[in-house]
């Protein structure tokens, strides 16, 4: 698609000026009915019995304002020559910013009508210099005519067709570029002011041209900023604009051979015009029409080369086909987001649910062909954020929910070969994937993503933050998941992994002809899958505390009936009992995981309340409760009891990391200022755990 259509060119709007000559004389009647008004006003302000004659005197207008209009002529004059003749550039610089704060006073509008032509031709030359030494000036003098345009709204017109006119006939883009910026000060001054309305059009059919024509970055990005501000204000100008700018854009962002920065700031511009993609819908789905045709034509035309039937000699070889379908992949992208929440079959037609069902079909059929023939990292990463904007608009099912499993899988396979940038594009597709399919989720998909070997896993390790706090995403949403088997099924993994990365540590402090033995309080939460694994040292340290933060999805929902009650071990009685060995032998060697370990239980302790009503409950149901919510409060009656003894026990041991001591003493802090609140816990007083807690804070 060409960057320069033809573009459509109307016809101005009609000049508009006021007379500023409102203070002439005018004679109305004939000389002698002037006479006698002017006899009548005497006789008003002559007395009889006074000696005097008590009427001011009065001056003609037009002698005072020829007086004013010279003397602000003669400082125009002298701030002009000024700037045009001195040599230092920093007194130019300051006589520049004198005349910008004497053309924003707009006291003297009349004399900067007169001088126009002078004060824009003096800009013009500053403007052109060549030295640039002197950009910092120059940029100035542009500003000086966007706030001449703003001050003068009754010669804007005259000022913009000076302004595109020499943008026309310059041929040094810094020049042009300069030009724009004046523009561009202008409309922002201007906002919606009606002084402007009637040269909208004509404003906006020149910046079209120019944005038809311009074939540098630097002219494109300033072309389009004003262009975005008179979509803003005007959008009823810019809309009879909008396909032809849409169809310039879109040519520069599926231009491959551009900067990734600029073909990404393009993608901004075109999402920021999201009321007039939606507006005109039928034109959105059109153009979504065309890319998706041109993406199967590419891969047609890779299937081609893969097979070696070559019909016809013009079709491109790969290293030519995959940078294009890698582009149009990024721009359909680009367009469906621009259409933003109106691109949802909740919305109704055009957009309906077999029309995204169909468009992300053929798109991973696209994708996938282009993984066949060659593996192309630009294609898959723009493949990926594609299905995953796509994904976002419906709730796959059926046959469409299985090639949308599989190809997650097969992207996370691939992400051994790849960078960083495809790595988070697969995360973020992953995480997606979980969301929207969630309750349908096989739970052989979860033991994919979460068995030793899988690539998630290994991307935990990754140097980029970025890539890990994504896979931290992944494991959230499917901590987060509303189906009780395939959550727990990605529970008890995760607690594997922590019992093999615990059992590799404990190894490691147990000299070689000694067993550490089968029975350790991490027996009961061992996997299979990771029966036959050992970890290094590092990574069994990484894998702990990585996996204890995870947990934190399911701990710190308040409330939670699956993380108080349906998990067995309940998060709880994890971070308590099973994982108690972290706080005897581990603790002196590897203190981060004990303090991981504590932190865990700190924070899920703390989002309910410390359990301490619940220990105070009966343990039958009451008539309030219901059955679920009666199960849970029983469950957790004997939750403060373990705290406090857990607290007292630790608290008293001689050999403690002080971080871990002093989280330790805040949370014993936080529990005696709550217990001293209400005299309805008065009887945890005479709990047997009370009494170690205090003896450990002693």
């Given at each position: 698609?060409?960057?320069?259509?033809?573009?459509?060119?109307?016809?101005?709007?009609?000049?508009?000026?006021?007379?500023?000559?409102?203070?002439?004389?005018?004679?109305?009647?004939?000389?002698?009915?002037?006479?006698?008004?002017?006899?009548?006003?005497?006789?008003?302000?002559?007395?009889?019995?006074?000696?005097?004659?008590?009427?001011?005197?009065?001056?003609?207008?037009?002698?005072?304002?020829?007086?004013?209009?010279?003397?602000?002529?003669?400082?125009?004059?002298?701030?002009?020559?000024?700037?045009?003749?001195?040599?230092?550039?920093?007194?130019?610089?300051?006589?520049?910013?004198?005349?910008?704060?004497?053309?924003?006073?707009?006291?003297?509008?009349?004399?900067?009508?007169?001088?126009?032509?002078?004060?824009?031709?003096?800009?013009?030359?500053?403007?052109?210099?060549?030295?640039?030494?002197?950009?910092?000036?120059?940029?100035?003098?542009?500003?000086?005519?966007?706030?001449?345009?703003?001050?003068?709204?009754?010669?804007?017109?005259?000022?913009?067709?000076?302004?595109?006119?020499?943008?026309?006939?310059?041929?040094?883009?810094?020049?042009?570029?300069?030009?724009?910026?004046?523009?561009?000060?202008?409309?922002?001054?201007?906002?919606?002011?009606?002084?402007?309305?009637?040269?909208?059009?004509?404003?906006?059919?020149?910046?079209?041209?120019?944005?038809?024509?311009?074939?540098?970055?630097?002219?494109?990005?300033?072309?389009?900023?004003?262009?975005?501000?008179?979509?803003?204000?005007?959008?009823?100008?810019?809309?009879?604009?909008?396909?032809?700018?849409?169809?310039?854009?879109?040519?520069?962002?599926?231009?491959?051979?551009?900067?990734?920065?600029?073909?990404?700031?393009?993608?901004?511009?075109?999402?920021?015009?999201?009321?007039?993609?939606?507006?005109?819908?039928?034109?959105?789905?059109?153009?979504?029409?065309?890319?998706?045709?041109?993406?199967?034509?590419?891969?047609?035309?890779?299937?081609?080369?893969?097979?070696?039937?070559?019909?016809?000699?013009?079709?491109?070889?790969?290293?030519?086909?995959?940078?294009?379908?890698?582009?149009?992949?990024?721009?359909?992208?680009?367009?469906?987001?621009?259409?933003?929440?109106?691109?949802?079959?909740?919305?109704?037609?055009?957009?309906?649910?077999?029309?995204?069902?169909?468009?992300?079909?053929?798109?991973?059929?696209?994708?996938?062909?282009?993984?066949?023939?060659?593996?192309?990292?630009?294609?898959?990463?723009?493949?990926?954020?594609?299905?995953?904007?796509?994904?976002?608009?419906?709730?796959?099912?059926?046959?469409?929910?299985?090639?949308?499993?599989?190809?997650?899988?097969?992207?996370?396979?691939?992400?051994?070969?790849?960078?960083?940038?495809?790595?988070?594009?697969?995360?973020?597709?992953?995480?997606?994937?979980?969301?929207?399919?969630?309750?349908?989720?096989?739970?052989?998909?979860?033991?994919?993503?979460?068995?030793?070997?899988?690539?998630?896993?290994?991307?935990?390790?990754?140097?980029?933050?970025?890539?890990?706090?994504?896979?931290?995403?992944?494991?959230?949403?499917?901590?987060?998941?509303?189906?009780?088997?395939?959550?727990?099924?990605?529970?008890?993994?995760?607690?594997?992994?922590?019992?093999?990365?615990?059992?590799?540590?404990?190894?490691?402090?147990?000299?070689?002809?000694?067993?550490?033995?089968?029975?350790?309080?991490?027996?009961?939460?061992?996997?299979?899958?990771?029966?036959?694994?050992?970890?290094?040292?590092?990574?069994?340290?990484?894998?702990?505390?990585?996996?204890?933060?995870?947990?934190?999805?399911?701990?710190?929902?308040?409330n939670s009936l699956i993380g108080m009650w349906a998990l067995s071990p309940t998060v709880f009685t994890l971070l308590s009992q099973n994982l108690l060995l972290v706080h005897s032998e581990l603790a002196v060697f590897y203190p981060a995981i004990q303090y991981a370990v504590l932190y865990s239980l700190y924070s899920h302790c703390t989002r309910h309340d410390h359990f301490i009503s619940s220990s105070l409950s009966s343990s039958s149901p009451s008539l309030f409760d219901g059955a679920v919510i009666s199960t849970v409060t029983t469950a957790t009656k004997k939750h403060f009891a373990t705290v406090l003894g857990l607290l007292g026990n630790l608290l008293s041991k001689e050999h403690l990391y002080p971080d871990a001591r002093l989280l330790l003493l805040t949370w014993a802090q936080e529990i005696s200022l709550l217990m001293v609140k209400s005299d309805t816990y008065s009887p945890l007083f005479s709990l047997p755990s009370f009494s170690r807690f205090c003896r450990g804070l002693l």
């Amino acid at each position: 698609m060409s960057r320069k259509a033809p573009g459509v060119r109307l016809s101005g709007a009609h000049k508009l000026r006021p007379h500023w000559n409102h203070w002439q004389p005018r004679l109305v009647g004939s000389p002698l009915r002037g006479l006698a008004v002017f006899l009548s006003r005497l006789a008003a302000v002559w007395e009889p019995h006074s000696s005097t004659f008590s009427a001011p005197p009065v001056y003609p207008p037009r002698i005072y304002h020829r007086g004013m209009t010279h003397s602000e002529e003669s400082r125009l004059a002298n701030l002009l020559r000024r700037v045009s003749r001195e040599d230092d550039r920093d007194r130019r610089l300051v006589t520049l910013k004198q005349l910008k704060e004497f053309i924003s006073h707009g006291e003297s509008k009349v004399t900067m009508v007169k001088q126009l032509d002078n004060i824009l031709s003096t800009l013009n030359d500053i403007m052109n210099e060549s030295s640039k030494l002197l950009w910092e000036l120059r940029q100035e003098a542009a500003a000086c005519v966007g706030l001449l345009c703003t001050v003068l709204s009754y010669e804007a017109e005259r000022i913009f067709k000076w302004l595109f006119l020499k943008f026309n006939s310059s041929s040094r883009d810094e020049v042009k570029l300069l030009y724009l910026v004046a523009a561009q000060r202008t409309l922002e001054a201007a906002g919606e002011r009606k002084a402007f309305s009637h040269i909208m059009q004509l404003v906006m059919n020149n910046l079209q041209s120019i944005l038809e024509n311009v074939d540098t970055p630097e002219l494109l990005c300033q072309s389009v900023r004003c262009i975005l501000q008179v979509a803003r204000c005007y959008p009823h100008v810019f809309s009879t604009n909008f396909r032809d700018t849409v169809d310039i854009l879109v040519g520069w962002h599926i231009d491959h051979t551009q900067r990734q920065s600029l073909t990404q700031q393009v993608s901004g511009w075109l999402q920021s015009l999201e009321q007039f993609w939606v507006a005109d819908l039928t034109f959105s789905t059109t153009l979504l029409g065309q890319f998706l045709e041109d993406m199967e034509a590419y891969a047609e035309d890779l299937n081609h080369v893969t097979s070696g039937d070559v019909p016809d000699d013009d079709i491109p070889p790969p290293s030519v086909s995959l940078p294009k379908l890698a582009a149009l992949l990024r721009v359909f992208s680009t367009v469906v987001r621009s259409i933003g929440e109106r691109f949802s079959p909740v919305r109704g037609p055009p957009i309906t649910e077999a029309y995204v069902t169909d468009v992300l079909n053929r798109v991973l059929g696209c994708v996938t062909a282009a993984k066949q023939v060659q593996f192309s990292e630009a294609v898959l990463t723009a493949g990926n954020e594609c299905v995953g904007v796509l994904l976002a608009s419906v709730e796959p099912t059926g046959s469409l929910m299985e090639a949308i499993l599989v190809y997650g899988l097969d992207q996370l396979d691939c992400c051994v070969a790849c960078g960083s940038d495809y790595s988070l594009a697969v995360l973020s597709l992953l995480t997606l994937i979980v969301d929207q399919v969630n309750t349908k989720l096989p739970v052989s998909f979860v033991e994919k993503l979460l068995v030793p070997g899988s690539q998630l896993l290994n991307l935990r390790f990754h140097p980029e933050k970025e890539v890990m706090a994504a896979v931290h995403g992944v494991y959230q949403a499917l901590l987060s998941l509303k189906n009780i088997p395939t959550l727990e099924a990605a529970y008890k993994l995760v607690l594997g992994e922590m019992a093999c990365a615990l059992r590799s540590l404990m190894e490691s402090l147990v000299p070689s002809d000694r067993d550490a033995g089968p029975c350790s309080p991490c027996s009961t939460i061992q996997h299979p899958a990771f029966a036959s694994l050992s970890l290094p040292v590092e990574k069994a340290q990484f894998t702990v505390i990585f996996n204890l933060s995870t947990l934190t999805t399911i701990g710190n929902t308040k409330n939670s009936l699956i993380g108080m009650w349906a998990l067995s071990p309940t998060v709880f009685t994890l971070l308590s009992q099973n994982l108690l060995l972290v706080h005897s032998e581990l603790a002196v060697f590897y203190p981060a995981i004990q303090y991981a370990v504590l932190y865990s239980l700190y924070s899920h302790c703390t989002r309910h309340d410390h359990f301490i009503s619940s220990s105070l409950s009966s343990s039958s149901p009451s008539l309030f409760d219901g059955a679920v919510i009666s199960t849970v409060t029983t469950a957790t009656k004997k939750h403060f009891a373990t705290v406090l003894g857990l607290l007292g026990n630790l608290l008293s041991k001689e050999h403690l990391y002080p971080d871990a001591r002093l989280l330790l003493l805040t949370w014993a802090q936080e529990i005696s200022l709550l217990m001293v609140k209400s005299d309805t816990y008065s009887p945890l007083f005479s709990l047997p755990s009370f009494s170690r807690f205090c003896r450990g804070l002693l």
